[in-house]
């Protein structure tokens, strides 16, 4: 069984409110939990940047859902490739908003993983994140 990692990163739809977002965000922990997928997705400020990676089978299904998810808009896709071993044992998420500003995103903590991607892929993927925490 192949493994394999996407990341991407999207806008949320411009109806989309934080009820809705709290939706995501907790089914999106709950469903790739029990499904086996690790990674983590982030959102802030009408942006979602999101790294799967698990059986390919499963994480090409998950993510092609996400491509139809009326949520999401301009999403642009960093990366889609098989990996040799999973870099997150756990799924996480985090919501930064104009309401949650006290809390602080731990940029290491998902930095820490990028040290198997291929150089472009760790590049790609560390600016978009210091654009969420920033």
């Not at 999106?28 to 790294?51: A, C, K, M, P, R």
């Not at 040290?115 to 560390?126: C, E, I, Y």
Request: charged letters at 30%.
């Amino acid at each position: 069984m192949k493994r394999w990692a996407i990341c991407y990163v999207s806008s949320a739809s411009p109806a989309i409110e934080e009820t809705d977002i709290n939706e995501v965000l907790s089914w999106t922990q709950y469903w790739n939990t029990d499904h086996n997928i690790t990674g983590f997705l982030l959102y802030s400020e009408g942006n979602f940047f999101q790294v799967l990676e698990g059986d390919e089978l499963k994480v090409k299904d998950v993510f092609q859902k996400i491509e139809k998810d009326r949520r999401h808009r301009n999403l642009f896709k960093i990366f889609n490739r098989e990996i040799k071993q999973d870099q997150y044992d756990e799924y996480s998420c985090e919501f930064l908003s104009k309401y949650n500003e006290s809390e602080e995103l731990n940029e290491n903590y998902y930095l820490q993983y990028l040290k198997n991607l291929d150089h472009s892929s760790q590049t790609a993927v560390r600016n978009i994140l210091k654009a969420f925490v920033d």
